[in-house]
């Protein structure tokens, strides 16, 4: 760890909105010592690391809430250490993983094995635990062990919790617990065997997963915790149907959040017709009302968080469009995404993009991330927002590279991320 570093003349991107302009930060024994603003340049004391940030954003380390991992079990894919790797790579300091790994993450040792995993990496695994056990849907896993063994958050993701009566007794569960479930909204008797939007599949002659799917079983997790005040958190909102229900349910006072993916506020369904399975994830891409709709969605808080759904799978696994697997990588192009499709255009300011993916899904989660006061951990992100950068897969971290942003031109481009004190990725 270098005890001292001082960051010289970055430009400050708080979420709390304490600090604007031109900064120094120092940083000592792992911790933001001070930061100095406003031309008022810090003197560096002897044996201080200084790093020349002129240019460059700095912003509190990214957290994304969630992450597929796919390690234990399929490790061909990606493994702990590197979708950590790709994690750093694209600003992250902290993921939560998802627990649809093989075996399912239903145990405590899993969960230990998963923080043991990511310990040397310099980023921050917090494993999500299974809803039921082996994510078979119909017995509950025993939450509260897995709480002390660090669960943040509990899901059945990679499917839906199709009981309500269950999903009711898990979400109340977690409550007590002081957790959230995540719930991965798919109505199974709507979309069926389908593979992208039943518009796309219309177009295609192949099935498709309609957008009721998501909201009808959003409205459903929407009623539940209305009723009954217990707080429920939807993952990957991809439809207009469901901004919609969620801000109707947010503005009566539903203790009701979501989150939405890159993906889905910068790409639609034309894509589809290439019949490449790189654009294929689940919930699907929709059509442009939809994109237009997540972005309100984003802008007016109905929306909090922003999270990769990071989903690696080989080339061989994505070779055929009919029988591939769902999911697309995410980690290293989120940030760069969400420069150019929110803040470039003007939906997003700065600091309303970096909130939603850091201090926000750091709240949800209950972790200690996602904070430029003065004491917080030293995690942050050093990065220049103007400098632009083609997509290119076999460049990627990951150990995938199914990547739908291939051959695009992104703005924004991570130069350094630090984790506990410490450069665990650097660009220059
Ligand atoms: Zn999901």
Not at 249 to 257: C, F, H, S, Y
Not at 293 to 315: R, S
Not at 401 to 411: A, D, R
Request: hydrophobic share 45%; net charge negative; aromatic share 4%.
């Amino acid at each position: 760890m270098n005890d001292l570093l001082l960051i010289k003349n970055a430009t400050l991107v708080d979420p709390e909105g304490q600090y604007a302009g031109m900064c120094d930060l120092l940083v000592k024994d792992g911790h933001i010592a001070s930061i100095a603003t406003s031309g008022t340049s810090m003197a560096a004391p002897m044996d201080t690391v200084v790093l020349d940030a002129r240019g460059l954003f700095l912003a509190p380390g990214l957290v994304d809430m969630h992450v597929h991992l796919r390690d234990p079990g399929q490790t061909h894919k990606e493994t702990i250490k590197s979708g950590c790797a790709a994690a750093a790579a694209g600003g992250f300091v902290a993921l939560a993983a998802m627990p649809n790994t093989s075996p399912a993450a239903d145990k405590p040792e899993i969960l230990s094995y998963e923080i043991e995993q990511a310990a040397t990496t310099g980023v921050r695994v917090f494993p999500i635990a299974a809803v039921s056990k082996e994510q078979a849907g119909k017995e509950l896993a025993d939450f509260e062990r897995l709480a002390e063994a660090g669960a943040v958050a509990f899901s059945d993701d990679g499917h839906p919790v199709r009981d309500a009566a269950q999903m009711l007794a898990a979400m109340q569960k977690a409550h007590t617990l002081g957790k959230r479930v995540i719930s991965h909204c798919e109505d199974m008797s709507l979309a069926g065997k389908g593979i992208v939007s039943d518009t796309a599949a219309a177009r295609l002659d192949v099935p498709g997963i309609p957008a009721a799917a998501e909201a009808a079983h959003a409205a459903r997790e929407a009623v539940l915790a209305e009723s009954t005040g217990t707080p429920v958190h939807i993952a990957h909102v991809s439809s207009r149907f469901t901004v919609a229900l969620l801000r109707d349910a947010k503005r009566r006072g539903a203790p009701i959040t979501c989150e939405t993916c890159p993906h889905y506020f910068s790409l639609d369904d034309s894509l589809l017709d290439t019949r490449d399975a790189d654009y294929r994830m689940n919930p699907p891409l929709r059509q442009k009302e939809d994109v237009a709709a997540v972005i309100e969605g984003l802008q007016d808080g109905t929306i909090d968080a922003i999270v990769t759904d990071h989903a690696p799978h080989t080339a061989e696994e994505k070779a055929d469009f009919l029988t591939a697997p769902n999911g697309v990588v995410g980690l290293e192009t989120s940030l760069a995404v969400g420069i150019t499709y929110l803040v470039r255009p003007g939906h997003l300011s700065m600091p309303q993009l970096i909130r939603k993916m850091s201090s926000e899904p750091a709240k949800l989660l209950g972790i200690d991330v996602g904070t430029l006061q003065v004491g917080a951990r030293a995690d942050f992100v050093l990065f220049d927002p103007c400098a632009s950068w083609t997509v290119q897969p076999e460049a990627l971290h990951s150990k995938s590279h199914n990547t739908p942003y291939k051959g695009m031109m992104l703005y924004g481009i991570v130069r350094y991320t630090i984790s506990d004190g410490n450069i665990v990725f650097s660009k220059t």
